[in-house]
């Protein structure tokens, strides 16, 4: 066998190794976000009244996590978790939603207000628990949808600030103060720590304003 001949050998057979190589490599999965949201409504809504959207946010990580849904002053970004909606008018144009607030003062987190969510598990960060419920939304009124047509609408969901001046609200006062719950700020200060910090924005859906059957 001639030098020449080895050397070709010895590159037919590195060549088709490498293929073999290449052919056992998998593509990398993207992994799932550990927060997904998705919002649901009929497809259609009378003029002078509001769709009715429903919210549902999921939990892809392995472990049980905490969570709080919708705050005094969540809806308008006042503090977190930031709950809010997004929504394109028949023009295509961002809607001006009108932004209030009952009173200047934003209500105390309290322990209460933190579920924990299994893996898989699934909650709506409007809903009523017990002897309590999670605020509303002022964003979505009759006067966001004042016109005929149609509206695209998404959700957004972050808890991406992990200080908690962030989320205590108004009314928390002092790190020391006691809340009205029996519990202690450093207690929330904890739970704080095991919520997921993420920004999750949900699908977009699409409702068409229509005037009323006479």
């Known amino acids: 066998m001639t030098t020449s001949f080895r050397l070709a050998l010895c590159l037919l057979l590195a060549s088709r190794a490498g293929a073999v190589a290449r052919s056992d490599e998998r593509p990398q999965m993207p992994k799932a976000p550990p927060l997904t949201c998705t919002i649901r409504s009929a497809p259609t809504c009378e003029l002078g009244q509001v769709p009715a959207i429903s919210v549902e946010i999921a939990n892809w990580t392995e472990s049980e996590i905490y969570v709080i849904g919708s705050l005094d002053g969540s809806d308008t970004k006042c503090r977190y978790p930031f709950c809010y909606f997004e929504v394109l008018g028949p023009d295509g144009k961002p809607v001006q939603l009108r932004l209030f607030r009952d ?69 928390n006062g002092d790190m020391g103060l006691i809340l009205n719950t029996g519990g202690t700020n450093e207690n929330v200060v904890k739970l704080l720590s095991k919520v997921p910090k993420i920004t999750a924005s949900s699908n977009e859906i699409t409702v068409k304003v229509v005037r009323p059957k006479k």
């Open 103 to 171: 009173c200047g003062n934003m209500n105390a987190i309290r322990e209460k207000d933190f579920l924990k969510v299994p893996p898989g598990g699934k909650f709506n960060p409007y809903q009523k628990i017990d002897d309590h419920g999670f605020f509303g939304t002022s964003l979505i009124t009759p006067a966001t949808f004042r016109a005929e047509g149609e509206y695209r609408i998404r959700f957004v969901y972050s808890t991406d600030r992990a200080e908690p001046k962030f989320w205590l609200g108004d009314a």
